[in-house]
């Protein structure tokens, strides 16, 4: 399990290498450079940058990355909207504090963040662990939240391949040495602050805990666009699980698609839950889900 794991890290570095790159690409590409800030929330400096103007649009990264996991999205969002990036306790730019990872806590750290911008309200889109945090905050401050956005997110951690929920666990026991690992990759370089032997303790302890907030995530009221690759780490099951929560694949759409679900459902295909994000497809799909 643990020449897996490491495995699997050499891999992430890889992946995190191209996301970096990309990232830097685009800002390149950007006529003007974001703005960026520290919001005081729950006891956190929370790092957050602005791209672009326009409707806002909150968007969350997954663990262990942060802005640069979106790749080429930001700029291609940028162009018509107001993209608030935020990055969560213990990555990114954002210093960690001493309490555990939390979706719920990070949930209320994103209401406290648009709270700070003076924005009651913002389209939200999460990516992964970022997607839990985007139903949360549906959930717990549905007053919040516009349209949302979930890209290859699950309502339990029971909806991830056996294999993947294996590896969390072994995370957390041998994050000393994923921690050295990576502490040699270009992120690293991108975010010196992050404390990496902690950070992947944390997440491997978050993702070890079982959580279930099925019930909570079918009583989610905003539109909503769930995202998958066809070569997810989450499992068919709990991705038709997902859509069927949202009152999806209940009936005929009818003729007109006056029939149809609220929610809606895509599939990247060519894929996996590691670089769904690394071109525009996920950028334009939610594109045209927002403008509807």
Partial sequence: MLRRIFVALAATAAIFSLQVTSFAEEQTAMTDQPQTGFALVNGLELYYEIHGSGSPLLVLHGGIGATEQFGPNIALWAQNRQVIVAHMQGHGFTKDIDRPYDLEQFADDAAGLLDHLNMPQADVLGYSMGASV??????????????????????????????????????????????????????????????????????????????????????????TLLVFADADSVTGDHILAMYRALGGFQRDGGLDGSQRAQAQLAIVPGHTHYNILETTQVGQLSETFLAQ
Avoid at 159 to 186: C, H, K, L, R, T
Avoid at 212 to 223: C, L, S, W
Wanted: net charge negative; glycine share 8%.
């Fill in 134 to 223: 985007a139903a949360h905050l549906a959930v717990q401050h549905p007053d919040k939240v516009g349209k949302l956005i979930l890209v290859s997110g699950t309502m339990d951690n029971g909806g991830q391949y056996p294999e993947v929920q294996a590896a969390f666990p072994a995370m957390a026991d041998n994050a000393a040495q994923i921690g050295a690992g990576m502490a040699a990759s270009p992120l690293a370089s991108m975010y010196p602050d992050i404390d990496w032997e902690t950070a992947f303790r944390k997440m491997g302890e978050l993702q070890s805990q079982s959580h279930d907030y099925g019930d909570q995530f079918a009583r989610i009221t905003a539109p």
